[in-house]
């Protein structure tokens, strides 16, 4: 069992920063890449960035520039530093985690809401 814990968001001014964490806990053996997806209101659900084994990251083109991606693997938990918000970042944010094992399995967060208003 893979247990995904988001933590951080909340509501921000346009213009604001907030940072997302995200806690891996369980029978973790290997990690093949950690990364956040959004969906907002209407809108499919989207890759906004991704870190993968060996450190290699790639965003979403909307957010290049604004988030970073980083990892702890000591503590198994991966954040997204978020600057220079905007509305359109306002979503439902979600961790997902891909095992690295022969198998790869994807185990999801339940998503923490980022609200960027005045």
């Known amino acids: 069992q893979v247990q995904l814990v988001e933590s951080g968001g909340g509501l921000v001014q346009p213009g604001g920063s907030l940072r997302l964490s995200c806690a891996a806990s369980?029978?973790?053996?290997?990690?093949?890449?950690m990364g956040w997806y959004r969906r907002a209101p209407g809108k499919q659900r989207e890759l906004v960035a991704v870190?993968?084994?060996?450190?290699?990251?790639d965003y979403s083109d909307s957010v290049k520039g604004r988030f970073t991606i980083s990892r702890d693997d000591a503590k198994n938990t991966v954040y997204l530093q978020m600057n220079s918000l905007k509305p359109e970042d306002t979503a439902v944010y979600y961790c997902?985690?891909?095992?690295?094992?022969?198998?790869?399995?994807?185990?999801w967060g339940q998503g923490t809401q980022v609200t960027v208003s005045s």
């Open positions: 369980g029978s973790i053996v290997s990690i093949y890449s």
């Open positions: 870190i993968i084994r060996g450190g290699t990251t």
């Open positions: 997902k985690l891909v095992t690295g094992g022969i198998i790869r399995v994807d185990y």
